[in-house]
């Protein structure tokens, strides 16, 4: 990843991030949304301008104008960055995790007389989350 694709994975956990705290503390909506990825266009909106599209294509009703949202933004920063910062932490620990939990989980059902094995299904290009356990049948000495 070059510095520019860093600053725009940025921009756009800052802005999902954002999104979450005005629902949640500006518009006090602690329901659950599925806002999932925008455009990368819309992430070159503006904050406000952002907002205010998530919130249409969510059907809020609102009554937030743009410069209490940036106002919003700029007073939330330093919790966006520590969010973001957070996220970095689990970006790079969290294949070793996921990795670890599985050969666990191998160990003991092999423990237990089951085969298993860890298996690649796809190209990690598709899915970061391309690792699984394969299990068939019980070994001989189970038997």
């Known amino acids: 990843m070059d510095i520019e694709d860093f600053k725009f994975k940025r921009r756009v956990k800052y802005y999902r991030y ?9 518009l006090k909506r602690n329901d659950i949304y599925a ?4 455009h990368k266009r819309y992430y070159e909106m ?7 599209h998530k919130l249409r294509e969510l059907e809020i009703e609102h009554q937030l104008n743009k410069e209490e ?8 920063e330093v919790i ?10 689990r970006w790079q620990l969290g294949r070793v995790l996921e990795l670890h939990i599985l050969l666990d989980r ?3 059902l092999r423990e237990n007389g089951v085969k298993a094995t860890i298996k690649r299904y796809f ?21």
């Open 18 to 26: 954002g999104l979450h705290l005005v629902l949640t503390e500006l």
């Open 35 to 38: 806002v999932g990825d925008s």
């Open 46 to 52: 503006t904050f406000p301008e952002f907002i205010c």
């Open 69 to 76: 949202l940036q106002q919003f933004f700029n007073h939330k």
């Open 80 to 89: 966006l960055r520590d969010m973001f910062l957070a996220n970095i932490i």
């Open 106 to 108: 191998v160990l003991y």
């Open 123 to 143: 190209h990690s290009h598709l899915s970061p989350r391309n690792i699984g356990i394969l299990s068939y049948g019980r070994t001989n000495e189970s038997k």
